[in-house]
Nanobody, 117 residues
């Protein structure tokens, strides 16, 4: 059974940094993507960035240059380093996992990030 557990969210001021973690277990795909999404109240879920089994990364334009996705295979953990946070980054951040080339089949519960101005 795949489980994704996020942590690291919090309340910070604009300009601060946070690092989110997503610990995964029960992973089954040999070629996969893991991604971060976010959803603010009253808004649609938004793609933030992803990393593949080969280490390739992809980011939404709104976070390029500020956010970085990395992974530690030994710890089965994917990270989202968020720098220079802005109030518009406020959202529930969730990680997702899926077979490469297909949709994301598994989702975590999310961790809240709130950025004050």
């Amino acid at each position: 059974q795949v489980r994704l557990i996020e942590s690291g969210g919090g309340l910070v001021q604009a300009g601060a940094s946070l690092r989110l973690s997503c610990v995964a277990s029960g992973l089954t795909y040999s070629q996969y993507r893991m991604a971060w999404f976010r959803q603010a109240p009253g808004k649609e879920r938004q793609f933030v960035g992803s990393i593949t089994w080969s280490g390739s990364t992809n980011y939404a334009d709104s976070v390029k240059g500020r956010f970085t996705i990395s992974r530690d295979n030994a710890k089965n953990t994917v990270y989202l380093q968020m720098n220079n946070l802005r109030p518009e980054d406020t959202a529930l951040y969730s990680c997702a996992y899926g077979d490469y080339g297909r949709g994301y089949a598994y989702w975590g519960q999310g961790t809240q990030v709130t950025v004050s101005s």
